[in-house]
């Protein structure tokens, strides 16, 4: 019978905690700003430089102060910074005020953070992207990331390799 109820117990916590990550799936970014969507859906949108991400990709950085992003509950926003690839956004960096609410305000919404020592960070990682809660002196970091977009990447990598193999 104990074995019955641990099972059982087991089961609910699994799904409860496959149910956060779903939400995280659901959500799909920060705000109204939504990973694999087109870089103009982004309101109040600001370009600022080219970039070569992971050394090989050709990238676009924006920045947004927009008031609708301004606040995560009552805790202030200092920036938000978007990464695209062919102009579809990738990445979402969203730095706030160092304040404890927004690490609940994630777990109550997302479940438990794992804690990795390698980033010295903490992160879900749900079906198709991942968010890292990164706490520095002064400030958080929440970095958002899309696995689909990434993964179109390395996929348009791959082809310019056949397409050079072909052409020898």
Not at 8 to 29: C, I
Not at 96 to 105: I, L, Q, S
Request: glycine residues 6%.
């Amino acid at each position: 019978m104990k074995a019955l109820y641990t099972l059982l117990f087991l089961f609910v916590s699994l799904s409860l905690y496959s149910q956060d990550l779903a939400e995280l799936d659901n959500r799909n970014g920060f705000k109204e700003i939504k990973l694999g969507y087109p870089i103009d859906s982004v309101k109040g949108l600001v370009f600022k430089k080219d970039i070569i991400e992971r050394k090989e990709f050709s990238a676009k950085v924006y920045e947004t102060e927009h008031p609708d992003y301004m606040l995560i509950g009552d805790v202030p926003v200092k920036k938000v910074s978007i990464k695209a690839y062919k102009d579809l956004i990738y990445e979402i960096d969203v730095t706030t005020a160092k304040d404890p609410k927004v690490m609940r305000g994630l777990e109550k919404s997302y479940g438990k953070a794992t804690y990795s020592i390698r980033i010295e960070s903490y992160y879900w990682k749900a079906e198709n992207l991942s968010l890292v809660y990164k706490g520095h002196r002064k400030h958080v970091s929440l970095t958002y990331r899309s696995g689909p977009v990434i993964r179109m990447m390395y996929e348009d990598k791959g082809k310019k390799v056949e397409a050079v193999a072909d052409d020898c």
